[in-house]
């Protein structure tokens, strides 16, 4: 028997007939996979909890008898090895007979390559990576996203996808307050000549700390930002120097790996996308005024149904939320995006899962058509 080639949407699939042939409800039974924690096996389904908790039964007892119709199933037990955990988990772990057979059967580069095309070719995927932080300086965390994203990308454009390298540098935030008001107090031209991201960096960090100690410095930073998003012609040259003068040294980088990004469409590029932003989501009752910020909140979140994802700040100022959902909208409609893959680390998970629940509802209101989005992300560096 020829092994499953996409081995999680068949097993989905698998799990979703017998479920049916139970009588348990599609809308009841969350029959979608996820990658276990390895240390459980390969694949996860939670399902049995939900369906256990709605119908007031005990979820290990549900669970055993979802998997002893899933073991009597001849392709699922021929596979997998299939065992409970915790309250109720179900986990799958790939035989190693099926690893073996797997292998065999799409041994050749051809044949990998054919059954890959048939579930990625032509799908236009968008891979966010290494993405860092102008005017300061690159930190492993961008380096491993590098490898990451190259890889990522590199094996989709092998399985026949269109993939979209987009650097989104994060080019338009708080830190170029900080980074004005040094550079116009601070700056070492000499040390900026020699290494223009060494003299960047200490520039910022000696605004930081200053910033920290000393209201009236903390204002005139905070003022520099106004000043640039008001877009003032001495803000902007300042801000273009800086830009370039990191851009040139990150770019250095990138000749190391040998990468190529398609786009650099960096926080800035969003600048005047935002406005349309707070607009729709105003409109449409999705995002609230909040003691002056303008913020979206998910009632049927545990944790977002207080904790605020907030699209525009008290000051009027854009931020990295605003930015992003304008993000989400340009890659879905000028790309036409099936899916968005950004590879970053983990303490900004909060933020991708309020991005996503907004752009969830947001599209849907809009009749748009919302690409699946993968935040992978990687432990903090
Ligand atoms: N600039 C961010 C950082 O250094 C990563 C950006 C990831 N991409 C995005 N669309 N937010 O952590």
Known sequence: ???????????????????????????????????????????????????????????????????????????LNTSFEISIAGPGFINFTLKPSFLVNWLETYASEQLL???????????????????PNAAKQMHVGH????????????????????????????????????????????????????DPSEELERLYKKASAITKEDPEALDEARNELVQLQDGEPESIALWEKVNQLSLESIEEIYQKFDIRFDHYLGESFYRD????????????????????????????????????????????????????????????????????????????SDHFEQLQLTSQKWFQATDRKLPTFIMSPLEQS
């Open 1 to 75: 028997m020829e092994p499953w080639f996409d081995i999680q949407t068949n097993l989905e699939k698998t799990i979703r007939e017998v479920t049916a042939e139970m009588n348990i409800p599609v809308a009841d039974f969350d029959a979608s996979t996820r990658l276990a924690d390895p240390r459980f096996g390969d694949f996860q389904v939670n399902g049995a909890l939900s369906y256990a908790k709605k119908k007031q039964q005990n979820p290990r007892e549900v669970a055993t008898k979802i998997v002893e119709r899933l073991q009597a199933d001849n392709v």
């Open 113 to 131: 390559k054919t059954n890959a095309s048939a579930l990625y070719k032509d799908k236009i995927f968008v891979v966010d990576f290494s993405s």
């Open 143 to 194: 380096i491993r996203s590098i490898v990451i994203g190259e890889a990522i990308s590199r094996l989709l454009a092998f399985c026949g996808a269109n993939v979209i390298k987009d650097n989104h540098i994060g080019d338009w935030g708080t830190q170029y307050g900080l980074i004005i008001y040094a550079y116009k107090h601070f700056l070492d031209s000499k040390a900026l000549e020699a």
């Open 273 to 348: 996308k935002v406005d349309k932003v707070y607009q729709e989501l105003t409109d449409l009752k999705i995002a609230e005024e909040s003691k002056g910020a303008l913020v979206v909140f998910h009632p049927e979140h545990s944790r977002f149904a207080t904790q605020p994802f907030i699209i525009r700040k008290s000051d009027g100022a854009s931020n990295y939320a605003s930015t992003d959902l304008a993000t989400m909208i340009y890659r879905a409609e000028h790309f036409k995006a099936d899916h968005i893959i950004v590879i970053t680390d983990s303490r900004q």
